[in-house]
């Protein structure tokens, strides 16, 4: 069983950038595939970036060429780099977690962090 504990959330200027981290503990993060996702208020929750295997990285075009995902296997923490930030990106941030690799659907995932508040102004 996997526990996961984003931080890092806050508000923010627009064009500003920050750094969110999901530390997990009960396994190793190469063992699966981790994404981020967001829901923005209103909306629907949506894949951000998904990193398999350790070494596969994918992102999502809304947030392409300003987000970046990483992880730190000694610290078993999961990264997310975001520039560039706008209004459109605030939403809570949620990372994620399942055996395996390729997932892409929220639906997909098994391990939930409870989520970190990003609001641009």
């Known amino acids: 069983h996997v526990q996961l504990v984003e931080s890092g959330g806050g508000p923010v200027q627009n064009g500003s950038s920050l750094i969110l981290s999901c530390v997990a503990s009960?396994?190793?993060?190469?063992?699966?595939?981790v994404g981020w996702f967001r829901q923005p208020p209103g909306k629907e929750r949506e894949w951000v970036a998904t990193?398999?295997?350790?070494?596969?990285?994918s992102i999502a075009d809304s947030v392409r060429g300003r987000f970046t995902i990483s992880q730190d296997n000694d610290k078993n923490t999961l990264f997310l780099q975001m520039n560039s930030l706008n209004t459109d990106d605030t939403a809570m941030y949620y990372c994620?977690?399942?055996?395996?690799?390729?997932?892409?659907?929220?639906?997909?995932?098994?391990?939930w962090g409870q989520g970190t508040q990003v609001t641009v102004s």
């Open positions: 990193l398999d295997g350790g070494k596969i990285t």
């Open positions: 994620a977690a399942v055996y395996g690799i390729g997932a892409r659907l929220d639906t997909e995932y098994t391990y």
């Open positions: 009960g396994d190793t993060y190469n063992r699966y595939c």
